[in-house]
Structure formats: C-alpha cells, structure tokens
C-alpha cells in the first residue's frame, strides 16, 4: 500500500471518460479498500520483480472479505521501466476502474512508482 500511495496523480478511466485525479480521490470514489489496493500492488509486483518484464504478461486478483477484483497487465517495458494497467471492480459494484502506473527500477534495484 505504501509503494501504491503517493503524492502522484494516476489515469483513471471509468467507461469512456478519462481523467487525470489524484490517488487519494480515486481510493475515495473506487469503493475498494486498503487490503484492495495491497492486493493489486502484490499481485502487480508478481509480473516485474521476478525474472524480466514481459510485456503482455497478466495476473488475476480477489478479495473475498469485500468481493472486489480485478487485473493487472504489463502493458510495457522501456529500459528499466514497465507501465501497468490495473482493472478493479469494488465489490457490490458494475463498473470497473482502469488505473495505470509506471514503476522503474532505481539504482539500488529497488520498483518505484513513478508519476
């Protein structure tokens, strides 16, 4: 959650429309909670932490305490970086969220999400 949670805004598409919010205004309006996102920030990590990025590659998460679930893809990967396309649906809920993140890896050979 605390690699997820930054100061940085984030492409959130619900249907159609496409907007530029903050992180905190997305966790407000999403309906997923804390466990949610650390979930998705898991299972994420799953696809760029271990051997190389490959683009393409997805993985499937849920919840079963609050019914969300969702996708996440390696859309990309550029040099040391990889773009992530997140899809989540809060449980009790019918339209899903399209979050993307960038995450590169630093020096220490630490991901971090980049803005």
Not at 51 to 57: E, S
Not at 101 to 108: E, G, L, W
């Amino acid at each position: 959650m605390k690699k997820l949670l930054c100061a940085c805004a984030v492409l959130v598409t619900v249907g159609a429309v496409v907007q530029a919010k903050p992180l905190s205004r997305i966790l407000a309006e999403s309906g997923l909670s804390s466990e949610d996102f650390d979930l998705m920030g898991q299972y994420a990590a799953g696809l760029y932490e271990r051997g190389t990025p490959k683009a393409g590659a997805s993985v499937q998460w849920s919840n079963s305490e609050s019914g969300a679930a969702g996708t996440v893809r390696l859309q990309e990967t550029s040099g040391n970086c990889v773009l992530l396309r997140h899809e989540a649906t809060a449980g009790g809920k019918d339209k899903p969220i399209l979050i993307h993140t960038r995450r590169c890896k630093n020096a220490d050979g630490i991901w971090v999400l980049q803005p």
